[in-house]
């Protein structure tokens, strides 16, 4: 089959959807299948089968880029997309790139299939300052979605919440639900102890991804108190974003510096080690349209205490497979965070769980999504 992506996020950049459809990508290309990714860029790889479309860093956050308007005038998608006559179209944003997909779709007559990645709407404050700027932006993005959805084939979200969130939103129709897989080999091998030396037995508290307001770290920076009362323990922050800086200096504040360890960007083949070298994995984020780093460390054998946000009670059952706490509530959290280290059993049966979403078996849903529509 010949798969054509388009999506507004793409390496060298790194979050939940770059490491969504790299996943997925190298589960299909192991099984014979073509994938093409349209992205924003620099230089074409037509060899790897990448196609880039000219773009410029975001100001507010340089790591992703903006593709130009123009480019939308330009006949160059529909030339490529016809000359790879890919089966179907796949697109991962809503933004310029995602509208090159519909105009592909609608021109060459072929099935067009959107994940919804991430709320949209949590994102608007990354281009506007002002909160009534922000509320008015909200309405224009759900009623530009509306658009979007009625000129896809297939809607994908990654969780039954996202789901019904984009149901009552959007609008009512039907959505496939289709988390990412992970790999579970790869995340159960890792080797942590390097790390572990590190901190000389101290217990590790590890968070794992886009150091942005929207993961909620500052309410795992109030909950360290509390738990440095009960325990030694270092507390790993993996990751870059523009909220670092804000969050370092309230490290500072709270006279915490000692305790807190910033990594800034990890390698893709050093991350199982972080997990593995964890004690615990902390995910108070309020942003999640599924949350794949909890997977990861379900993976390593980490217990994972999370948000009861969004997606993440969808997977995460508390007492079961891993603890949920108020993501407001910092003595909550520490509590959970705790609470959660000293129970086995938890692990065990996240082992058990994580199972059911192997990349692998996540991608024969993906075939079997895009085979019912062509």
């Known amino acids: 089959m010949k798969i054509a992506w388009f999506t507004d996020t793409w390496l060298p950049a790194r979050d939940g959807v770059v490491n969504s459809l790299l996943m997925f990508k190298k589960e299909l290309e192991k099984r014979g299948h073509d994938i093409f990714i349209f992205a924003p860029g620099e230089r074409n790889d037509e060899k790897g089968n990448i196609f880039y479309y000219k773009s410029r860093p975001l100001r507010a956050y340089k790591n992703y880029r903006v593709s130009s308007l123009p480019s939308l005038f330009s006949r160059r998608t529909i030339k490529i997309v016809n000359k ?33 990645h991430t709320f949209v709407d949590d994102s608007v404050y990354l281009f506007f300052r002002k909160e009534r700027t922000q509320e008015i932006v909200r309405k224009l993005v759900y009623k530009w979605l509306r658009w979007y959805f009625r000129r896809c084939s297939c809607i994908i979200a990654p969780s039954k919440y996202t789901a019904k969130i984009l149901n009552e939103k959007i609008m009512e129709r039907e959505i496939k639900v289709l988390p990412t897989g992970i790999d579970i080999e790869k995340f159960s091998n890792g080797d942590g102890s390097e790390i572990k030396k590190r901190y000389d037995g101290k ?51 709270m006279k915490l510096q000692e305790y807190f360890v910033f990594t800034g960007f990890v390698k893709d083949e050093d991350l199982p080690n972080y ?71 938890i692990v065990r049966k996240a082992s058990e769980f994580v199972k059911e979403y192997s990349i692998e078996r996540m991608t024969d849903k993906l075939l079997d999504i895009y085979e019912s529509k062509m």
């Open 84 to 116: 790879i006559k890919p089966d179907v179209i796949h697109s991962h944003s809503p933004g310029i790139i995602g509208i090159h997909a519909v105009i592909a779709s609608y021109k060459l007559k072929i099935p067009l299939f959107f994940t919804y």
């Open 203 to 253: 217990k590790i508290i590890l968070h794992v991804g886009r150091v942005v307001k929207e993961k909620n770290l500052d309410l795992l920076i109030e909950a360290a108190p509390y738990i440095l009362e009960k325990m030694e323990a270092v507390f790993i922050i993996v990751g870059e974003g523009p909220a670092k800086e804000e969050l370092e200096e309230k490290v500072r504040r």
């Open 275 to 345: 997990y593995k070298a964890a004690d615990v994995f902390v995910f108070p984020s309020v942003y999640e349209t599924q949350g794949i780093v909890a997977f990861e460390a379900m993976a390593a054998g980490v217990p994972v205490a999370a948000s009861t946000a969004k997606a993440l009670p969808d997977f995460i059952k508390d007492g079961e497979n891993g603890c949920l706490f108020n993501p407001y509530n910092a003595r909550e959290c520490a509590e959970k965070i705790v609470k959660v280290m000293e129970n086995k059993e």
